[in-house]
């Protein structure tokens, strides 16, 4: 029988501050809520997605980076593991490791290949990437099978997509010919013009590929990282919650995977936050 692989989602934008941690994080949290076994990787330098899942810089002993560094090392010696949602950790040292990269043998195809061996292990990857073109963005979408790409509800949030869309047309053309984009997910949305504006520019330039689900400005997902939780940890009656929810039930229709009819149902996280220490 054939092994089934699963689909890789990197959440990509190369704009700074637009909300791909935070839905990295809390995507990753509402679909590991919903019984998928679900692994996130942080392949941004400044670790926020391993922060604001609540693993502190001191107790990370592999990550990222000896993934990427290593040919030798076991990918699994990286993941942390958590009740439904693993992670697999960034370090300020993936910067050196990009740096090096300029450097090493397939330094680009290295993310993906290395990923393969636990695409039959899981539900879906999950991959937050760092705000920046370069060596790690593009292992992201060398190793991706969809992006989804946060928009922010400000005036210039749609001038750097064109550029995104030329790195994956060349990511298309060369390396990965079957990235497509999952969807763009408006985010920071509040009740202002310039972010009705957004979203119409929005609906117009790439039509039904924009998710539903708007993800709203609030409080409490600005609160959660800070504690080390993600939203459903934080405040699961939020509309942060609701939010992540309502995106995660968009993306298991567009992968097709799980079952949607207890998405609703399971608001409440069961379970405890990723416990620290490899395995
Ligand atoms: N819906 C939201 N409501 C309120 N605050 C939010 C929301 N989404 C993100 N934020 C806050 O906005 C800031 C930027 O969000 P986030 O870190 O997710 O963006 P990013 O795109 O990952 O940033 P970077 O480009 O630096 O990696 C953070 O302080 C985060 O807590
Ligand atoms: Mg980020």
């Given at each position: 029988?054939e092994?089934?692989?699963?689909?890789?989602?990197?959440?990509?934008?190369?704009?700074?501050?637009?909300?791909?941690?935070?839905?990295?994080?809390?995507?990753?949290?509402?679909?590991a809520?919903?019984?998928?076994?679900?692994?996130?990787?942080?392949?941004d330098?400044?670790?926020?997605?391993?922060?604001?899942?609540?693993?502190p810089?001191?107790?990370?002993?592999?990550?990222?980076s000896d993934?990427?560094?290593?040919?030798?090392?076991?990918?699994?010696?990286?993941?942390?593991?958590?009740?439904?949602?693993?992670?697999?950790?960034?370090?300020?040292?993936?910067?050196?490791?990009?740096?090096?990269?300029?450097?090493?043998?397939?330094?680009?195809?290295?993310?993906?290949?290395?990923?393969?061996?636990?695409?039959?292990?899981?539900?879906?990857?999950?991959?937050?990437?760092?705000?920046?073109?370069?060596?790690?963005?593009?292992?992201?979408?060398?190793?991706?099978?969809?992006?989804?790409?946060?928009?922010?509800?400000?005036?210039?949030?749609?001038?750097?997509?064109?550029?995104?869309?030329?790195?994956?047309?060349?990511?298309?053309?060369?390396?990965?010919?079957?990235?497509?984009?999952?969807?763009?997910?408006?985010?920071?949305?509040?009740?202002?013009?310039?972010?009705?504006?957004?979203?119409?520019?929005?609906?117009?330039?790439?039509?039904?590929?924009?998710?539903?689900?708007?993800?709203?400005?609030?409080?409490?997902?600005?609160?959660?990282?800070?504690?080390?939780?993600?939203?459903?940890?934080?405040?699961?009656?939020?509309?942060?919650?609701?939010?992540?929810?309502?995106?995660?039930?968009?993306?298991?229709?567009?992968?097709?995977?799980?079952?949607?009819?207890?998405?609703?149902?399971?608001?409440?996280?069961?379970l405890?936050?990723?416990?620290?220490?490899?395995?």
């Amino acid at each position: 029988m054939e092994t089934k692989l699963c689909p890789i989602v990197a959440i990509a934008n190369q704009k700074g501050g637009v909300g791909k941690t935070t839905s990295a994080i809390n995507l990753a949290q509402a679909l590991a809520l919903q019984d998928l076994k679900i692994l996130l990787v942080d392949l941004d330098p400044q670790g926020n997605a391993t922060q604001g899942v609540g693993i502190p810089l001191e107790s990370i002993h592999a990550s990222i980076s000896d993934i990427i560094r290593d040919r030798n090392f076991v990918v699994e010696g990286a993941i942390y593991k958590g009740d439904g949602l693993d992670l697999i950790p960034a370090t300020p040292l993936l910067s050196r490791v990009e740096r090096e990269m300029t450097s090493m043998t397939n330094s680009e195809l290295r993310l993906s290949q290395r990923l393969q061996v636990l695409r039959s292990q899981y539900s879906l990857i999950v991959i937050d990437t760092p705000p920046t073109f370069g060596p790690l963005m593009n292992s992201a979408l060398n190793a991706a099978t969809q992006i989804i790409v946060p928009v922010d509800s400000s005036y210039f949030a749609l001038m750097g997509i064109k550029e995104l869309m030329a790195e994956v047309e060349e990511i298309q053309r060369g390396t990965n010919p079957t990235l497509s984009v999952l969807g763009y997910l408006l985010t920071l949305a509040d009740p202002t013009n310039i972010a009705n504006q957004t979203w119409d520019t929005l609906i117009s330039s790439f039509g039904s590929a924009v998710f539903e689900t708007k993800i709203r400005r609030s409080v409490k997902l600005k609160e959660a990282p800070a504690l080390g939780k993600t939203i459903f940890h934080h405040a699961p009656d939020s509309v942060g919650a609701q939010d992540y929810l309502g995106l995660a039930h968009e993306v298991m229709t567009r992968l097709g995977i799980g079952e949607l009819s207890s998405l609703l149902n399971q608001t409440k996280p069961t379970l405890s936050a990723i416990q620290g220490g490899c395995k």
